[in-house]
């Protein structure tokens, strides 16, 4: 069939994509050799191989991975290609969650955990409110929509609110978070956040049929055998763990959610089970490349990779949308 | 009488404190073609909502194949029901191909994606359906009378007992309703039974061996096009003149609806 064929070339492309962007990231301005020769020993460069680069290329690849495989799944169940991630109100959740414990000093009781705990709290927080004030209207779309925008900025409001107390200080650091950073994070957490977020973007690449069939509207799922309710609640509690986490490992990083799937729907069809894993491969590598960007553009000053991917993505959307009418 | 696959047993629906079923019974046997037709607001979305499963009666219950509904799944349903309602829709661009296969959901394996045995049964169905050349195409880019045969489509890969209609073909041009009536008597012809609300009466008439007249909320009249679509019958209902001639071709009843302008005062 030429449209498997087709399907499976731009897959592959994806995934030397892919691959070039993390030896891109591995080894930028040193070059592959470096990269090789320096891996096993411990000093210089394989040093910063191992503290830095490597871990900061698995966040990337993890957090831009889901965002992505995030993005197909609320768009279908919303019905609306233009949700994201942060579509149910979890930036707003989130950032409150960074801007509480930044006022309250928890940096200093909690280390390194105080802003991914609390941002990942928040963002649960404004989930767990957007979900019991949609139950009471089943779970209708335009209403979580409604309710994840409204949710959203009351918790920004808060935040603003919270930012007029601090001292400039201590708002940079806070600031640089809420913008999507990379660079922040504790090497201690790689270890914990590789099966944290695999598992989930796991169990999600296997719901591609039921995705494409909640996508023709409730009452038709219903009638080819999908029971919405049941999907409805474990498919958005998922992703929006998988939200949560990437908002509590690298801040606030829009369009890779919005952007990713949309462009890969447009080259390999409507199909999920496929868009899945392709938004997938395509998240990971626009975040990686992204952030390869934010290092490197302005070096020695690094840009907050959410500032790169806003640019970058706003730019290609808009570009997409003038070009298509 | 033939084997019953639906009952109705004094099924009532209220929403927001409005009746809009009020205590109907009725039953539909195998191999039926029954046509529900009724003003706006008498009930006939309600009624294929109810006898699909969508919406549960809140008094008496609906049964099939001598079961109540509640005690079947979703899937399980799936596998013998298909239902179009009146308005299906989604966001995304789906080849014809993959929309048509999300009615093998029922039937498929659980896991990752669908067999060749599932894509087998799609090409086959666009062969009967007649829609082998909309191959590879993508629904959005379709006529609204393609389309409708694709959705017919879907809900025929579920391979089902019974087929329910809401209004199919109430925004297509002649041709395209005579040609979708045409696919669906030979399909009941071939055993399936179909249940559909019309707005058409004349259509009712041609093509349904079995006409059920709502009115809020209520059977009116129930039986074969000929007993129900009298102008008595509609007169009271429609509360519109109507005149009730009879059919050249095949003899059945068909309706003309009579403007004010014609009638004389008193």
């Keep these: ?325 | 009488m033939e084997k019953s696959l639906f009952s109705a047993n004094h099924v009532v629906f209220c929403y927001n404190h409005h009746t809009a079923i009020d205590d109907i019974t009725f039953t539909v046997g195998q191999g039926e073609f029954v046509g529900v037709i009724g003003p706006n607001g008498a009930g006939k979305s309600t009624i294929i909502r109810l006898l699909a499963g969508f919406l549960r009666p809140s008094k008496g219950f609906v049964a099939f194949s001598g079961r109540n509904l509640d005690e079947y799944d979703r899937r399980e349903l799936a596998q013998n029901i298909a239902t179009l309602p009146q308005a299906t829709d989604t966001p995304f661009s789906f080849t014809v191909e993959e929309f048509i296969l999300m009615g093998r959901y029922p039937h498929a394996q659980k896991g990752f994606l669908y067999g060749k045995k599932e894509g087998e049964f799609v090409v086959d169905i666009m062969e009967t359906m007649e829609i082998s050349r909309l191959h590879g195409r993508r629904i959005d880019n379709l006529s609204e009378g393609e389309r409708q045969k694709v959705f017919l489509s879907q809900c025929l890969a579920q391979d089902p007992k019974a087929l329910l209609l809401d209004e199919p073909v109430s925004h297509l041009d002649i041709r395209h309703q005579i040609q979708t009536f045409d696919v669906l008597e030979k399909l009941h012809n071939e055993g399936l039974t179909i249940i559909m609300v019309l707005h058409d009466l004349n259509l009712a008439s041609e093509f349904c061996s079995r006409v059920i007249l709502l009115s809020k909320g209520r059977i009116h009249s129930d039986g074969d096009p000929r007993s129900v679509l009298t102008f008595q019958n509609i007169e009271k209902v429609y509360d519109t003149v109507v005149i009730v001639k009879e059919n050249p071709l095949s003899g059945k009843p068909f309706v003309v609806p009579v403007s004010k302008k014609y009638l004389k005062k008193e």
């Design chain 1, 1 to 325: 069939m030429n449209r498997k064929r087709k399907n499976a070339v731009i897959l592959a492309s994806l995934v030397c994509l892919l691959i070039i962007s993390i030896l891109l990231s591995l080894g930028y301005g040193k070059g592959l050799g470096a990269v090789f020769c320096s891996l096993f020993t411990n000093e210089g460069f394989g040093l910063i191989l191992r503290k830095i680069r490597i871990p900061r290329t698995i966040i990337a690849f993890l957090v831009g991975g889901s965002l992505g495989v995030c993005g197909v799944t609320l768009q279908s169940i919303l019905r609306n290609p233009l949700a994201e991630p942060y579509t149910l109100g979890i930036a707003g959740g989130a950032s409150f969650g960074i801007a509480l414990s930044t006022i309250m000093g928890l940096q200093q009781v909690l280390g390194a955990f105080a802003n991914p705990l609390l941002g990942f709290g928040g963002a649960m927080l404004s989930v767990a409110i957007v979900f019991a004030l949609s139950k009471k209207r089943s779970f209708d779309p335009n209403s979580m929509i409604l309710f994840g925008i409204v949710v959203s900025l009351v918790f920004s409001s808060f935040v603003f609110f919270l930012f007029s107390l601090l001292d400039p200080d201590k708002m940079q650091t806070t600031l640089m978070w809420l913008m999507g950073d990379l660079s922040n994070l504790d090497i201690a957490f790689i270890p914990i956040y590789i099966p944290m977020f695999l598992i989930p973007t796991s169990i999600l690449f296997f719901f591609g049929k039921e995705l494409d069939i909640l996508s023709l509207g409730r009452e038709k799922a219903q009638y080819l055998g999908v029971n919405p309710p049941r999907f409805y609640k474990g498919l958005f509690l998922i992703a929006s763990l998988l939200a949560g986490l990437c908002v509590s490992a690298s801040g606030i990083i829009g369009f890779v959610g919005l952007i990713v799937p949309h462009i890969l729907r447009s080259l390999l069809g409507a199909g999920h089970t496929i868009l899945l894993i392709a938004s997938y491969i395509g998240g990971a590598f626009f975040l990686i490349l992204s952030d390869v960007f934010s290092r490197y553009l302005l070096y020695p000053v690094e840009l907050p990779v959410g500032v790169v991917t806003g640019i970058l993505g706003g730019f290609i959307l808009l570009f997409l949308l003038v070009r298509r009418q």
